[in-house]
């Protein structure tokens, strides 16, 4: 049974700094992309971040460039997101994904695609404040 587990997520204020993890069971984790997801209220869910199975490939949408910095821990099958200069923008739930294949394919490559990855955690929440 695969489980994927989020954490890190609070409320901080504008132009701060958080780092959320991701951690995964039930699963090669070295074998996976990971991605970060994020839905605010009222709007879809975007992908944030993404980074393949060796870390060789990675993608960020425009708007956290520069700002974000996805990694991962293959052997603690841990992925992070340290997110800084945060905006009020930011504020959303955020949810760690792996690709449902697990093949060492490439998902990150030109950005992501939420039917790529089958296994989902349940979110952490990111609030930030003025």
């Known amino acids: 049974q695969v489980q994927v587990t989020e954490s890190g997520g609070e409320m901080v204020q504008e132009g701060g700094s958080l780092r959320l993890s991701c951690t995964t069971s039930?699963?090669?984790?070295?074998?996976?992309?990971m991605a970060w997801f994020r839905q605010a209220p009222g709007q879809e869910r975007e992908g944030v971040a993404c980074?393949?199975?060796?870390?060789?490939?990675?993608y960020y949408v425009d708007s956290v460039k520069g700002r974000f910095t996805i990694s991962r821990d293959n052997a603690k099958n841990t992925v992070y997101l340290q997110m800084s200069s945060l905006k009020v923008e930011d504020t959303a739930k955020y949810y760690c994904?792996?690709?449902?294949?697990?093949?060492?394919?490439?998902?990150?490559?030109?950005?992501?695609?939420?039917?790529?990855?089958?296994?989902w955690g349940q979110g952490t929440q990111v609030t930030v404040s003025t």
């Open positions: 994904a792996a690709d449902g294949a697990g093949r060492g394919y490439d998902y990150c490559t030109g950005g992501t695609r939420q039917g790529d990855f089958g296994y």
């Open positions: 039930g699963l090669t984790f070295s074998n996976h992309a």
């Open positions: 980074i393949s199975w060796g870390s060789a490939n990675i």
